[in-house]
């Protein structure tokens, strides 16, 4: 599992966040319990190691048994939870599996020798493996993207070599392990892979789209909503990709079964059907939840897409927040000179509301926020210097990002933008008008309208905070555990509006009026704001474009 989803759920409180951890019933399942318990969750983190809820476990071993294999392969063993479902239903077949760590693999052989079950477990790294023909692959990959020192980068590079298939940088682990083990499935072999809801959504899972779908392999994909708890020991989504081999002559796919599983709904049965959504569809749409959800595709009458009024890009990183990202007070202590202060946000929570003046600004730095970025392009003064050298001793010069620039402590390209669009949200898109004029780090996207004039900027970000815009962002949403969604800038530029190109100055300055309200708190605002917005919306509708 990625770390920075299971980690941005454990900093937040409030509601139950994970699935309740099953009470073992088998001698097996207490293995499986005690290796949890046990393993130190570092470790854990470092290897991706999320043990397969039981309900998942048997939905995929179903889909694999229906086919009657007599050979299995787990290429991400762990402690056999999906091969022992397998073999409960297949008695007697041969199980092959490879594991990277012996901490875990020892747990899984304990585990499979509980309930009889012999594998050929080796140790190792499936994706450096031999290729061996299979006839059936079951797998929970390790979901971990290509961050400094996990080797991952080299693996995706080696596999676009072998494969042709345009990797890239960005793509997660289990990508690769998807793609490696359909390779090596035989004709009419079946696969089941659990991976989280979001790769149907991320542009880097666009390869193993494609890869899967023009290959006939995908047959069904089960989702399950990011707010119905999936795993005890970890906070993310899930879902399950069937796929299965085409047999010689035989036809692609011109539809796959899509079900989508609601917040409150329980998991299917094996038997239960979902909707047939045709190939030619998906491979159209970016973004799967749009077809899994039945969410609309294109904005509705009197709604253009952000895209068509605005550009959209992604806030500052620096690589080393604390170290760029002061108080003044701290500023002044280090020697900073104040010309090469630069106003600037870094949390959501510092700009709570639709719009972020120069009091606001001050307000924080009265309370102790750090609210100045440091443009450190050389050339340095000499307590400027200093402080560079004091960060290099830290080692901030090897950070990720830092080591990248040259030199490391000179920012990137710095911009102001009009709005703001916070990247995280746990109920609804926010959006904030940049009236102080200060940067943002990558807590905020930035939003840069072609109209730059005040009244259109106050209409737009009124728009933004709508409750029927809101409502239609829903189909450019990544969706994680707990209720956590993200929102990209490519994403952004994807969310409907109201075409206010069309929208007289009287309109606009109305939906400015509204913003303030909003702003203020005021009793009723978020509705009238709503009402507003379906109004204009409908007049744009009816207005033939070139009367306006």
Known sequence: MDA?????????????????????????????????????????RAHAQVLTPPDLAALMAEWIAAARPATLLDPAFGTGILARAVAARRPGIAVTGWEVDPEIAGAGQAACAAEGLEPDLRLGDFLASAPEPVEAVIANPPWLRP??????????????????????????????????????????????FLLPAEWANANSGAVLKEFLLSRGLLRRLVSVCNLRPVFADALTTASLVLVEAPRAGEALPETIDCLFVPEGAALPGPGTSGRPVPVAALRAAPKWDVLLRDLPEAPPPGFVRLAALATTRRGLATGANGFFHLSRAAALAQGIAPHRWRACVAKAGDAPGPVFTAADLDALEAAGRPTVFLDLTPPLAPAEAAYVDAGAAEGLDARFLTRNRTPWHAPERLYVAPIWAATFARDRLRFVLNEAGALQLTAFHGIFPERRDRAFLRALTACLNATPVADLAEAQLRRYGGGLRKIEPRDLAEIAVPDLRRVPPARLAALGRALTALNEGRRGAQARLDRLVEEVAAEIATKPEEST
């Open 4 to 44: 920075d989803q299971i980690m941005a759920g454990r900093r937040q409180s409030g509601r139950p966040r994970k699935a309740r951890a099953p009470v073992p019933a088998t001698r097996a399942g207490a293995i499986d319990a005690a290796y949890l318990a046990q393993a130190p969750a570092a470790h854990r």
């Open 147 to 192: 961050l400094a020192g996990n080797g991952l980068r080299a693996q995706i590079r080696a596999m676009a070599v072998r494969t042709g298939l345009p990797l890239q940088g960005a793509v997660n682990a289990y990508t690769l392990f998807v793609i490696e083990a359909c390779r090596r499935l035989r004709p009419g072999g079946r696969g089941a």
